[in-house]
């Protein structure tokens, strides 16, 4: 019989605790004389790097072992897979291959394991040995170099924070003179659109209203015709139902000029409904993406 208890001061212990089956710890039936059963309690040590695992706690110390050694062999396995795709990586940056080099560094850098190297040689290659910025203006690029450990930002940002400080600079300055010019004039659009937006929207209600009026008249009208022997009530049947589809028609074009209108407010508060405008976004996202790449690299 076994009983498996993980340590509590050591996490990284399991205590199997081993006695006869159908044997108690203390057994009151023992004759006098006789030794008790003693438990065999056996200790197993997972590895310092081995993060804590329920499933291992169910198995047997040959099982166990198995295990570890099962997983240790395709670790080792990757570390080899990793060290061939590093050094085809770096080979290929040496020739000056840069996509094919930014490729294999972006493979390599998916193991859990690698520590800085591929990261390093991706950088090196993404911006084509440290000549270009392009890259850290791209959001998703700038993001992953926000979350690469310190070491590998260091190491870029030792390379390239002079001219993207420099860069930053030229890009505020720019938006702060484009800013003011770009934003009163989109102020002056949505006003205008939505003064556009408010008159189709005060003609569609009104019509609306009117066509609910019209449409009431006809129902009460026509329920007359079987009530009376009158043309009347067919004649207003008539009236009402003519002025009905009328109305019907007014609304449907006002409904349209409505979606119209509002489709260009909401197309307007985009700054990138303007050449102008659009340029301003692309300075404000070029910044938020230097804000993340160099936020904790400056002194």
């Known amino acids: 019989m076994e009983e498996r208890l993980i340590d509590k001061e050591d996490e990284r212990l399991i205590r199997i605790k081993k006695k006869a089956e159908g044997v108690d710890a203390e057994d009151a039936t023992l004759a ?73 560094f972006a493979q390599a850098a998916c193991y859990a394991f690698e520590e800085g190297r591929a990261t390093k040689g991706l950088w090196t290659a993404r911006t084509k040995n440290f000549k270009t910025t392009e890259p850290f203006y791209h959001g998703d690029y700038a993001e992953e170099f926000s979350a690469a450990d310190d070491e590998s930002k260091q190491f870029v940002r030792e390379k390239m924070s002079k001219l993207l400080l420099k ?18 004039k989109q102020e002056e659009r949505q006003q205008a659109f939505a003064a556009n937006r408010r008159y189709y929207a005060v003609r569609l209600l009104a019509f609306l209203a009117v066509l609910g009026a019209f449409m009431i008249a006809t129902v009460v009208s026509a329920s007359f015709i079987v009530h009376t022997l009158s043309s ?34 909401k197309r307007n ?11 301003l976004e692309e300075l404000r996202n070029k910044l938020d993406c230097l804000k993340l790449v160099l936020e904790d690299g400056e002194k």
């Open 167 to 184: 860069e930053r600079e030229e890009l505020e300055k720019e938006e702060a003179e484009l800013a003011p010019e770009v934003l009163a």
């Open 269 to 279: 508060a985009r700054l990138s409904s303007t050449e102008d405008g659009a340029r």
């Open 32 to 104: 006098e004389g006789e030794e008790e059963n003693v438990e065999e309690e056996v200790l197993v040590t997972l590895p310092e790097d081995e993060e804590y695992d329920e499933d291992l706690v169910g198995l047997t110390p040959s099982e166990l072992a198995r295990e570890l050694a099962r997983r240790q062999k395709a670790e080792e396995e990757a570390r080899a897979e990793c060290e061939k795709i590093l050094a085809s990586a770096e080979e290929e940056l040496a020739g000056g291959a840069y996509e094919k080099a930014e490729s294999l």
């Open 232 to 265: 009347l009530p067919v004649i207003l049947t008539g009236v009402f139902g003519g002025l009905t589809l009328l109305a019907f028609v007014i609304t449907l074009v006002f409904f349209l000029k409505f979606l119209g209108a509002n489709k260009l407010c």
